[in-house]
């Protein structure tokens, strides 16, 4: 099932998004580019903040630990230096959580990176923050009892393919290069690759292209890969922004 | 961080002379609110108020303490509310603003100290453990009327929210999961709601629920909390003008209106949640809740 979200539905910031999938709701706001304070300005390129908001209590090293793996992603995103000395407020409110997440035996900050990813990259769209490319993540785990990875699974799916050996993310760029990986537990290289080789499967597959997709259709993925359906939802935004320019 | 933007002078004059004439930016009624909606989430516990453009998420989650050595038989209740900088950029993250301060301060005294939730029945086993309860406010989008739209928002997740059963033998207490026995309701004692005033022409105009441009101009506001039996558990006055103590009483009679409008409402809602839970009617057969 590929994500739902909804772009700008806050009136108040300059861009949002409202994201939903397997479980994971979040809530994303960009503001920018907006007045830096003097100790954070950067003289040739915009600083970029990020903020994560859990759904319960205030922040813990958990939450710094997302915001510093999210602002290296984004920043290679980012088209930080038309922008100088100005700032670009991310902020993502976690919302939601699968009622499983705690003890499915995958490292909640790695389970909920794609999803946050996800977020602050619809919501710098909406913001119109000048991007040089977009990006696709997944999160990919082996189990210790098969070696077929599985690809961006439900919290429930994960409940019963435990004990789970490793888990990855990996994020691709619009053009399909790896732009981020954070890794956890025991895996050999091998391993390593065909993690990459099936989240690029479900990231950045070209339409109509020939690849392992017979077992993610048992599963319901339809559609196309991510990076078609980031595609599809902007062109979907767009289209109802430019009504008045269309209709005739 | 950049400071919230300040409301021109033309915008400022435009609405305080149009209040004059009695009509209102949006062309509500002096007393009207503007429409709210409330949905609830999957879970239990979870409230998304949305009045007129704000928007405010309350989420109610609950763990089990060992409850303060002076207080042994209550268990713990706690308001948290922090701005982010997703409702506007002049909220930083840990440091609050005047408005954080008044928010947290006046749904303290709301709902915590007017006892609108029984504390005593979070008692596990006394002085040993307690259930300590925690509401988290996120404002999401910001266009005034705060205080009303988080006191909503607050005691309708609390009335949604299902805590865990346990089974108490002797010092030892199981937390029952929600498959093995079906959560039980908190017990609310009653339901307190606000309304703000805000108030302008020295104290001589009031409006109910401004928005933030008229926040932006008033000269100060009243903020009202009551239950819909009339009983007040706090008027709360900020800002210089004086205001007539006959106005205080006129305001107290709109705001009750307004609360018995809005407690309405909100049991309509939960009236709808708890239909659509109770999908099959097997709701009542399930349910561990004692007849009081």
């Known amino acids: ?248 | 961080m950049p400071r919230e933007v300040e409301i021109s002078i033309i915008e400022r004059e435009f609405i305080q002379n149009a209040l004059q004439e009695g009509i209102r930016r949006d062309g509500r009624e002096f007393d009207a609110f503007r429409p709210l909606e409330l949905n609830f989430g999957d879970e239990y516990g979870v409230a998304d108020v949305q009045l007129g453009k704000t928007r405010v998420i309350v989420r109610i989650s609950v763990d089990v303490v060992a409850p303060p050595p002076e207080r042994k038989f209550d268990g713990v209740f706690q308001i948290v509310t922090e701005f982010s900088p997703m409702a506007s950029p002049a909220f930083e993250v840990g440091r609050p603003t005047d408005a954080e301060v008044i928010l947290s301060r006046v749904l303290e005294k709301a709902i915590r100290r007017s006892n609108a939730l029984d504390t005593e029945s979070l008692c596990i086993i006394a002085g040993l453990k307690c259930f300590a309860l925690r509401a988290d406010v996120h404002i999401v989008d910001h266009d005034g009327g705060l205080i009303d739209a988080s006191c909503i928002a607050v005691m309708a997740a609390l009335q949604h929210f299902r805590r865990p059963d346990v089974i108490v033998e002797g010092e030892k207490a199981t937390v029952l999961s929600t498959r093995e026995r079906d959560p039980i309701p908190l017990s609310i004692l009653h339901q307190p709601l606000s309304v703000t005033f805000s108030y302008y022409e020295e104290g001589n105009l009031f409006l109910v629920d401004a928005d933030l441009a008229e926040e932006q101009v008033r000269q100060g506001e009243i903020i009202i909390t009551m239950n819909r039996h009339g009983e007040i558990c706090q008027v709360n006055k900020y800002g210089g003008a004086p205001v007539e103590p006959l106005d205080l009483l006129n305001l107290n009679n709109v705001a009750l209106q307004k609360v018995k409008d809005i407690s309405k409402f909100i049991q309509q809602k939960l009236d709808e949640d708890a239909k659509k839970r109770d999908a099959g009617g097997l709701m009542a057969e399930l349910s561990a809740e004692n007849a009081r």
């Open chain 1, 1 to 248: 099932m590929h994500p739902t979200t909804q772009l700008s539905p806050l009136h108040r910031a300059d861009g949002s998004a409202t994201y939903t999938s397997n479980g994971y709701t979040i809530i994303g706001a960009v503001n920018g580019p907006i007045e830096v304070q003097r100790r954070d300005e950067l003289p040739t390129e915009a600083t970029l903040e990020v903020n994560v908001r859990p759904a319960v209590g205030v922040g813990s090293p958990r939450e710094r630990h997302l915001e510093t793996l999210l602002h290296g992603a984004l920043r290679s995103v980012v088209l930080t230096e038309s922008l100088p000395r100005s700032l670009v407020q991310i902020t993502l409110q976690v919302s939601g959580m699968p009622s499983e997440e705690g003890d499915c035996g995958v490292s909640s900050s790695l389970s909920i990176l794609p999803h946050l990813l996800h977020t602050a990259l619809l919501a710098l769209l909406s913001a119109s923050i000048p991007l040089s490319t977009i990006l696709t993540a997944a999160l990919v785990v082996i189990p210790s009892s098969s070696s077929t990875p599985l690809v961006s699974p439900t919290a429930n799916q994960l409940l019963r393919a435990k004990p789970i050996r490793s888990a990855h993310v990996f994020a691709f760029s619009g053009d399909g290069s790896l732009l981020m990986n954070e890794s956890d537990g025991v895996f050999s290289l091998q391993e390593w690759d065909e993690a990459v080789e099936a989240t690029e499967e479900v990231c950045c597959k070209e339409e109509g292209g020939v690849g392992l997709s017979e077992g993610m259709e048992v599963d319901g993925r339809e559609g196309g890969s991510l990076d078609t359906w980031l595609r599809e939802v902007v062109r979907g935004k767009v289209n109802w922004e430019m009504r008045w320019k269309t209709a005739r």
